[in-house]
């Protein structure tokens, strides 16, 4: 029995990794594009692909199979297209994995960020902030308004301060400087998330759908501190664990030994 088995597992090693390759992939694939917007086509795409080769095939429909067959390549092409803003989602996060990413952020930097988004949490005004990391975002600073200059504090509740010409929309920070404000960024479409989620909310998962950017939203309604990242949305900091988060995702290992880390961080919400 035991000889059996060996002999099996000598033979079919392969293709049980091809499977078990197979597998892992689908099942990852599936939580990565679940909830998106062609999420509902896709299942849509594979419900009649599946139904009329079962019947071409039961019912020995010669000229259906073969308009099966022919179709694949266009339906390879159709996917890339439905799914072309979640693909490149996936393709930038790959690129700005550890191993690849070189930006970094000073930790004066994550001061300033910190003590201007907890002034303006505690007066409740409104603010979305995207710090650039290494996918360019200069599509949405061209949407704004031209800054270029060195960042305070002072200058980002100045912007963000009501009813001023540039409160409305988002502040850019490349390279420990505001490059830019009242910028337009992408709105996340994604089904599963809440629907009290405002547009600024939305706004910040967006722009970290189509980049690697971080982007940090203070509730105008609530005071709430948020930070998204990779699609992704964390909610309801404190002063230690925002500088702790921000200097984990800005910050190299090396400077990190400066920050408070003496609260413990809340859990990413990706369905808030």
Same mark, same amino acid.
């Given at each position: 029995?035991?000889?059996? !088995? $060996?002999? #099996?597992?000598?033979?079919? @090693?392969?293709?049980?990794?091809?499977?078990?390759? /197979? *597998?892992? %992939?689908?099942?990852?694939?599936?939580?990565?594009?679940?909830?998106?917007?062609?999420?509902?086509?896709?299942?849509?795409?594979?419900?009649?692909?599946?139904?009329?080769?079962?019947?071409?095939? !039961? $019912?020995? #429909?010669?000229?259906?199979? @073969?308009?099966?067959?022919?179709?694949?390549?266009? /339906? *390879?092409? %159709?996917?890339?297209?439905?799914?072309?803003?979640?693909?490149?989602?996936?393709?930038?996060?790959?690129?700005?994995?550890?191993?690849?990413?070189?930006?970094?952020?000073?930790?004066?930097?994550?001061?300033?960020?910190?003590?201007?988004?907890?002034?303006?949490?505690?007066?409740?005004?409104?603010? /979305?902030?995207?710090?650039?990391?290494?996918?360019?975002?200069?599509?949405?600073?061209?949407?704004?308004?031209?800054?270029?200059?060195?960042?305070?504090?002072?200058?980002?509740?100045?912007?963000?301060?009501?009813?001023?010409?540039?409160?409305?929309?988002?502040?850019?920070?490349?390279?420990?400087?505001?490059?830019?404000?009242?910028?337009?960024?992408?709105?996340?479409?994604?089904?599963?998330?809440?629907?009290?989620?405002?547009?600024?909310?939305?706004?910040?998962?967006?722009?970290?759908?189509?980049?690697?950017?971080?982007?940090?939203?203070?509730?105008?309604?609530?005071?709430?501190?948020?930070?998204?990242?990779?699609?992704?949305?964390?909610?309801?900091?404190?002063?230690?664990?925002?500088?702790?988060?921000?200097?984990?995702?800005?910050?190299?290992?090396?400077?990190?030994?400066?920050?408070?880390?003496?609260?413990?961080?809340?859990?990413?919400?990706?369905?808030?």
């Amino acid at each position: 029995m035991i000889n059996a !088995i $060996l002999e #099996l597992l000598e033979n079919y @090693w392969n293709a049980a990794i091809e499977i078990l390759i /197979l *597998a892992v %992939a689908i099942y990852y694939g599936y939580l990565y594009f679940r909830g998106t917007r062609g999420a509902k086509v896709l299942t849509g795409l594979a419900i009649l692909f599946i139904t009329l080769t079962l019947v071409s095939q !039961i $019912l020995n #429909l010669t000229v259906i199979s @073969w308009l099966l067959r022919s179709l694949t390549a266009f /339906l *390879a092409i %159709a996917l890339v297209v439905i799914f072309q803003p979640e693909l490149r989602r996936a393709l930038a996060e790959l690129g700005s994995s550890q191993f690849f990413s070189s930006a970094t952020q000073k930790k004066e930097t994550i001061d300033i960020l910190t003590e201007a988004v907890f002034e303006l949490a505690s007066r409740q005004i409104g603010a /979305l902030l995207a710090i650039e990391r290494d996918t360019a975002i200069r599509t949405f600073a061209e949407s704004g308004v031209n800054i270029d200059c060195d960042m305070s504090q002072e200058l980002l509740i100045t912007i963000f301060f009501p009813k001023t010409p540039l409160h409305d929309g988002g502040v850019i920070i490349r390279n420990d400087r505001i490059i830019a404000a009242a910028c337009v960024f992408p709105v996340s479409q994604r089904e599963d998330l809440d629907r009290a989620l405002g547009l600024r909310h939305r706004a910040g998962l967006g722009v970290t759908e189509e980049s690697d950017a971080i982007a940090i939203v203070v509730s105008e309604e609530t005071g709430n501190i948020s930070i998204c990242y990779r699609g992704k949305i964390e909610r309801g900091f404190k002063p230690g664990q925002f500088e702790k988060r921000l200097s984990e995702l800005l910050l190299r290992e090396s400077d990190q030994s400066g920050t408070n880390a003496d609260d413990t961080l809340p859990e990413p919400d990706t369905t808030p």
